[in-house]
């Protein structure tokens, strides 16, 4: 008999409302959710639904709770998404994944943990999400892209074929990038911009077609 996944519970970061969107999704989906984590409101203090805090984000560095759940990132801020999943896997714990039933993703795509996969999102054939990606409502990566660790794709974006994000990239609302290129780590790709090249690690890329604006 296989042994039930431990129950998520959410860290809420920055104003909470991504953090509503995940718990939305994980509801639905039927996932077991203890609780959430906040700086901003007491222990007990309702959050989205029938959800409770459980405690403040100090909980990321305590390992006695970290062992009997599984940890999603409630916040869209890259550098907080990192942070948080740096403190989990420091003190022993494990990212939970969420993936929306109106999101989907192909059998043969790999989806890492923490990561999250939003309604109206599209994970196509031989993708690769890797730990604590963000794909966001409607946004899309076709066969065989490959988002490194922490990367986050906002509302309608689109990766064409074999796209290559590195690590932390942030692409923007309703961008597209062309098939086969490279955003390099840490690289943002502005809303509605048109990606015709690859994109340099530390970048700021904006317009149609996309150009750097920042190193």
Do not use: K, Y
Request: proline share 5%.
């Amino acid at each position: 008999m296989s042994v039930p996944p431990a129950p998520l519970v959410v860290a809420v970061g920055g104003s909470g409302l991504h953090a509503r969107v995940v718990l939305e999704a994980a509801d639905l989906a039927g996932l077991a959710v203890l609780g959430v984590l906040s700086d901003a409101m007491p222990a007990g203090a309702p959050f989205f639904g029938s959800h409770r805090v459980l405690g403040g984000l100090d909980r990321l560095h305590d390992r006695s709770f970290l062992q009997g759940c599984r940890l999603h990132l409630g916040t869209g801020d890259r550098a907080v998404r990192r942070s948080m999943a740096e403190a989990v896997e420091a003190n022993g714990g494990r990212l939970g994944t969420i993936v929306h039933p109106a999101g989907i993703v192909s059998p043969s795509a790999v989806i890492g943990a923490g990561a999250f996969v939003a309604a109206g999102a599209i994970v196509g054939v031989g993708a690769v999400l890797a730990e604590a990606c963000l794909v966001n409502t409607g946004a899309s990566l076709d066969h065989d892209c490959l988002l490194d660790a922490g990367v986050i794709l906002g509302p309608g974006a689109r990766l064409a074929g074999a796209v290559l994000c590195e690590a932390d990239v942030f692409v923007g609302l309703n961008a597209c990038v062309l098939q086969g290129l490279r955003i390099g780590r840490g690289a943002v790709v502005g809303a509605g911009a048109v990606v015709t090249r690859d994109v340099a690690a530390g970048a700021t890329a904006v317009g149609c077609p996309a150009r750097p604006v920042s190193r």
